[in-house]
């Protein structure tokens, strides 16, 4: 099934188009940069899956999202320093036969996660 992320401004009710998204494979303290990526206009990797069935392994990861860019991007007048700068979300797979979503919603001030379908 593989894994997808998926990201909403809830400040202006849109997908957070143009957001910078890092992805890393964790180990201990060790993180590793597996890809950097853009969100396309929808919110979401323009290369679809982060990982396909085929290639997702059990372990731990961490999405790091770019939210004070992103918001400072679209014309948002930011505190300095802003309250949320780069949200990072850790999160294990334990079974790499089911999906796992990880979506982000996001305003300046806020954010929630769940493991979605």
């Known amino acids: 099934m593989g894994l997808s992320t998926h990201v909403l401004d809830t400040m202006h009710g849109t997908p957070a ?11 201990g303290g060790l993180a590793v940069l597996v890809k950097a ?4 206009s929808d919110g ?3 290369d679809g899956l982060l990982y396909d069935s085929s290639s ?3 372990g731990t990861y961490r999405l790091v999202f770019d939210v004070a860019a992103y918001f400072s991007g ?17 999160f294990g ?8 979503h990880v979506p ?8 929630s996660t769940y493991r979605g379908s």
Not at 93 to 100: G, P, W
Not at 104 to 111: E, K, N, R
Request: contains cysteine; hydrophobic residues 40%; aromatic residues 12%.
């Open 104 to 111: 982000l919603l996001v305003s300046p001030w806020s954010y």
């Open 74 to 90: 679209c014309g948002v007048t930011l505190p300095e320093p802003n309250f949320l700068n780069k949200v990072s979300i850790d």
């Open 37 to 40: 990526f853009a969100l396309n």
């Open 17 to 27: 188009a143009g957001m910078l998204v890092e992805l890393y494979t964790t180990e």
């Open 93 to 100: 797979v334990a079974d790499t036969s089911q999906h796992y």
């Open 44 to 46: 979401r990797n323009p």
């Open 56 to 58: 997702l392994q059990r």
